[in-house]
């Protein structure tokens, strides 16, 4: 398929899990890709193998979401290279437990400024292009249940994913006159290198009684009942990217087996 034709999509943090197979989901649409990440190695890798299976093309770039140069030249190299910006996934994002009355401010802003800050700039710069470029696009961020309910071991987490719900809401209202859409969808529990080593982390830190532990602790509250793979996660993503979702923004669709009801 013609990638200029279909034009451009770029995934922050997609060098691996949900990123990565986000991003598996829109080459196999058709659609170029930038790896956005700040792991070169394991990005340049990802991109390689995604355009061997076919459907469209991944390319890497080195992207460190709190830098707004660094975010800019990706929007630029998507443009370049694939004609246009079309979808924009705000995913990357990471996360350190920390016992609720022991939180550290190097946490607090190291997290915030990922999970928020990053989202926000995403936002703004996808926009701007798509805008000038008068393209109707489509803004997908990853929030997480985490932005619904609070967790006492990662409130500074969670707090960040309610930020991009906010983000979500109102990003979508600015950007509803020029018809760019922006929603976000929320994992629960998935089978990544995030949470993996957040389980290893909570042992750690005494918050569980053996490793792998606190997954199954979360996961005995999904209804569904496992965790999730990062795959259960690409067809919600894809129906945002879609023209299915067209009227549909300022939304929040949780994917987590039924783990949080609302």
């Given at each position: 398929?013609?990638?200029?034709?279909?034009?451009?999509?770029?995934?922050?943090?997609?060098?691996?899990?949900?990123?990565?197979?986000?991003?598996?989901?829109?080459?196999?649409?058709?659609?170029?890709?930038?790896?956005?990440?700040?792991?070169?190695?394991?990005g340049?890798?990802?991109?390689?193998?995604?355009?061997?299976?076919?459907?469209?093309?991944?390319?890497?770039?080195?992207?460190?979401?709190?830098?707004?140069?660094?975010?800019?030249?990706?929007?630029?190299?998507?443009?370049?290279?694939?004609?246009?910006?079309?979808?924009?996934?705000?995913?990357?994002?990471?996360?350190?437990?920390?016992?609720?009355?022991?939180?550290?401010?190097?946490?607090?802003?190291?997290?915030?400024?990922?999970?928020?800050?990053?989202?926000?700039?995403?936002?703004q710069?996808?926009?701007?292009?798509?805008?000038?470029d008068?393209?109707k696009?489509?803004?997908?961020?990853?929030?997480?249940?985490?932005?619904?309910?609070?967790?006492?071991?990662?409130?500074?987490?969670?707090?960040?994913?309610?930020?991009?719900?906010?983000?979500?809401?109102?990003?979508?209202?600015?950007l509803?006159?020029?018809?760019?859409?922006?929603?976000?969808?929320?994992?629960?529990?998935?089978?990544?290198?995030?949470?993996?080593?957040?389980?290893?982390?909570?042992?750690?830190?005494?918050?569980?009684?053996?490793?792998?532990?606190?997954?199954?602790?979360?996961?005995?509250?999904?209804?569904?009942?496992?965790?999730?793979?990062?795959?259960?996660?690409?067809?919600?993503?894809?129906?945002?990217?879609?023209?299915?979702?067209?009227?549909?923004?300022?939304?929040?669709?949780?994917?987590?087996?039924?783990?949080?009801?609302?």
């Open positions: 398929m013609n990638t200029q034709a279909r034009g451009g999509a770029i995934v922050t943090g997609a060098a691996r899990g949900i990123g990565r197979e986000i991003a598996a989901g829109l080459v196999a649409d058709g659609f170029g890709v930038i790896i956005a990440d700040v792991d070169q190695t394991a340049e890798a990802t991109a390689a193998a995604l355009t061997a299976e076919g459907g469209g093309e991944a390319v890497f770039v080195r992207v460190d979401v709190t830098d707004r140069a660094s975010v800019k030249a990706a929007v630029e190299a998507c443009r370049a290279r694939f004609g246009s910006l079309r979808v924009m996934i705000n995913n990357a994002g990471f996360n350190k437990p920390e016992p609720f009355l022991e939180i550290t401010e190097k946490t607090w802003h190291g997290i915030l400024e990922v999970n928020a800050l990053g989202v926000l700039i995403g936002i710069e996808a926009g701007k292009a798509m805008i000038a008068g393209i696009g489509k803004i997908i961020n990853t929030a997480s249940i985490a932005g619904r309910t609070g967790f006492a071991d990662f409130a500074a987490y969670s707090v960040s994913k309610a930020a991009v719900i906010s983000l979500t809401q109102a990003g979508a209202r600015a509803a006159p020029k018809g760019i859409t922006v929603n976000a969808f929320a994992p629960g529990v998935v089978a990544t290198p995030l949470w993996e080593q957040l389980d290893k982390d909570l042992y750690a830190m005494g918050a569980s009684a053996a490793p792998g532990e606190a997954m199954n602790s979360l996961a005995s509250q999904i209804l569904l009942g496992r965790v999730a793979d990062p795959k259960d996660v690409v067809g919600t993503v894809k129906f945002l990217w879609s023209e299915q979702s067209d009227y549909m923004t300022g939304q929040v669709l949780l994917i987590d087996g039924g783990m949080v009801l609302q």
